[in-house]
C-alpha cells in the first residue's frame, strides 16, 4: 500500500513538473537563428589567435548549445543557410535568406528572426535586408570580432543579446537591426569602423538604437523607421546584376571604369573623395555613362557624411559606397530606370 502510494506521489509530481515545463514553454516566444558563417563561427587551434583562424567552420547548433542561457530567453531553432566568410556571401545567398526571413515571419509564429554573420559584410546584408522585409517582428544580425575558440570570445554574448533582442515586443517596428559589444545599431546607419578590435562598429551622426545593460536592451527612443524607407519585393528575383565599387583618388584616369562596364557591370558607385569628387577625366567619362543610361552613383571615401547629386552622376546621399552599392543592385534588379534610380537614392536622405 506505501509502495503504491509512493508511486502516485511521484507520478502525480512528475505529471505536474511536465505540466509546469510545458506552461513555460508555451510562455516562451518563438525564434529562429539563420546562420551564414562568418567569425562567430570561427575556430582556430590557438586561443590567442584572434586574426589567422578558419571563419565558417562550425555549424548553427554548436553556436546555439554554447549559450544554454539562451534557452531560458525563447523556443530557439537553428538554420545553416551557408557557412562561409562574408565576403563569400553572393548574391544568391542574399535573395534565399531574404526570402526565407519573410517566409518565417509571414508564418506568424515568430517572435523575432536572428541572422548570424561575418562582421566584413556584415552591414551590406543587414541593410540588403532592411530594403527586402517589411514585418514588424525584429530581424537582428549578429556577429563577432573573435572566433568561438579565443580567449574572451565575444560572439556568445553577442549571440545571447540577439536572441533576448528578437524576443522582445518592445523592438518591434524598428527595423533590421545588428547587435554586436552590447550596442544596438539600426542597419541603415551603422558601419564597420576598425578591422580587429571588439569595438568596431559605429553609427556615426545618427547615433545607435539602444544599449544592452546586464543582457537586456534598453533603448533611447520609441520604435521608429528611418526617414522615406524603400522596400524591393524579390521574391520573383533570382538573381542581382552586378554592380562594381571603383575608388577615387589623385589624377585618376578612368581605365577601371571603362574595364568594370566592359566586363559586364550593369552600374557603378564611385568612392570619391569628400563630397563624392573625382578627376575632370573621370567626370567626363562618368557623364558619357549616364548619357547612355548607364547608372552611376557618386559616393564618399570619407566613412560619413552626405554627398550632394552632380550635373553628371547620382548622389549617394548618407549612404556609403557598399550600402549604395545594394540600393542600385535592388533597383536594377526590379527594372527601374535612370530617372527612378535617381528617385530612390533622393529618397535615402
Do not use: C, W
Not at 580587429?196 to 546586464?214: M, N, W
Request: aromatic share 6%.
Amino acid at each position: 500500500m506505501m509502495k503504491k502510494t509512493l508511486l502516485n506521489t511521484l507520478l502525480s509530481s512528475l505529471i505536474l513538473y511536465t505540466s509546469v515545463s510545458l506552461a513555460a514553454d508555451a510562455i516562451k516566444p518563438n525564434v529562429t537563428i539563420l546562420a551564414t558563417g562568418g567569425t562567430i563561427a570561427g575556430s582556430s587551434k590557438s586561443n590567442l589567435d584572434t586574426t589567422d583562424y578558419k571563419a565558417g567552420s562550425l555549424g548553427i547548433n554548436v553556436l546555439i548549445n554554447a549559450v544554454p542561457e539562451i534557452n531560458d530567453v525563447a523556443i530557439v531553432k537553428g538554420e545553416q543557410i551557408s557557412n562561409t566568410i562574408s565576403g563569400n556571401i553572393s548574391s544568391e545567398i542574399l535573395l534565399n535568406l531574404s526570402k526565407r526571413v519573410n517566409h518565417l515571419l509571414n508564418e506568424g509564429k515568430q517572435q523575432g528572426v536572428v541572422i548570424t554573420h561575418g562582421t566584413d559584410t556584415i552591414e551590406e546584408t543587414a541593410f540588403f535586408l532592411e530594403l527586402t522585409t517589411q514585418n514588424k517582428q525584429p530581424i537582428v544580425i549578429v556577429g563577432a570580432m573573435r572566433p568561438a575558440t579565443a580567449i574572451s570570445a565575444d560572439g556568445p554574448m553577442n549571440l545571447l543579446e540577439s536572441v533576448v533582442l528578437a524576443a522582445d515586443k518592445k523592438a518591434e517596428n524598428r527595423g533590421v537591426m545588428v547587435v554586436l559589444n552590447d550596442r544596438i545599431g539600426s542597419a541603415f546607419y551603422t558601419t564597420k569602423a576598425n578591422s580587429t578590435t571588439p569595438d568596431a562598429f559605429k553609427s556615426y551622426e545618427p547615433g545607435y538604437l539602444g544599449v544592452f545593460v546586464s543582457g537586456k536592451p534598453k533603448f533611447y527612443y520609441t520604435p521608429a523607421q528611418p526617414v522615406d524607407r524603400t522596400f524591393f519585393d524579390v521574391s520573383k528575383v533570382d538573381k542581382l546584376p552586378n554592380v562594381e565599387i571603383i575608388y577615387a583618388y589623385q589624377d585618376q584616369t578612368p581605365a577601371m571604369l571603362h574595364a568594370a562596364i566592359n566586363n559586364g557591370a550593369k552600374g557603378i558607385i564611385v568612392a570619391g573623395s569628400g563630397n563624392g569628387n573625382v578627376s575632370s577625366n573621370m567626370e567626363e567619362a562618368i557623364k558619357q555613362l549616364s548619357d547612355k543610361g548607364i547608372p552611376v552613383v557618386m559616393a564618399t571615401r570619407t566613412g560619413s557624411g552626405y554627398v550632394s547629386s552632380k550635373s553628371f552622376a547620382i548622389g549617394s546621399g548618407f549612404l556609403n559606397p557598399q550600402k549604395s552599392r545594394i540600393l542600385l543592385q535592388l533597383a536594377l534588379a526590379t527594372g527601374a530606370n535612370l530617372k527612378q534610380i535617381s528617385n530612390y537614392f533622393d529618397s535615402q536622405r
